[in-house]
């Protein structure tokens, strides 16, 4: 029992930076057919070059481990499209003054942010059909974003997003 509250806390804190992500495909596909991708070669991360090469890294490993091949004639490209905004802060201080009389009342409150911003980034990867040109999967992430990480950090945080964007790669068939 003496455990039960350490780890309420502890996957309160995990819980806290997940990555959050939302799938869609297009049902009618036949996700056997590819077999080998490739990246597209004019992708817009948002990324810095290095984290570009981490995130490519990451995915060609997970890729690769789900049985496909990297190759310069694939079934498939990969397109990824990514964003940053700034969150809105849930954490704040309410100072409040009030007073009543007889019939008459009024009150002031302020709400003050307490702690830095919150910065999330979006990352969009896009499965398309490199001969018909056709969508056919798609993973939406978003995720903290935390620009003074080490780079060994930062590896790690972006293989632990390609894991659970490729989860759910390819859908389950519901026959």
Sequence with gaps: MRCLPIIFFVSLFISCSAV?????????????????????????????????????????????????????????LIDIEGRSYQA????SVGVGVGGTGRNVGGGVSVGIPVGRPNLERILQFDFVDAKKDMLFWQAISTS?????????????????????????????SKK
């Design 88 to 91: 809105p802060q849930n954490t």
């Design 144 to 172: 903290s974003l935390k620009e003074d990480l080490p780079p060994v950090v930062r590896e790690q945080k972006f293989q632990e997003l390609v894991v659970k964007v490729l989860k759910k790669y390819p859908p389950k």
């Design 20 to 76: 959050r992500v939302n799938y869609d495909y297009d049902k009618e596909t036949d996700f056997s057919n590819y077999n080998t991708y490739n990246f597209y070669p004019d992708m817009q991360t948002g990324l810095t070059e290095l984290d570009n090469k981490r995130l490519f890294k990451a995915l060609d490993i997970a890729l690769q481990s789900k049985g496909l091949v990297f190759s310069e004639e694939p079934d498939f």
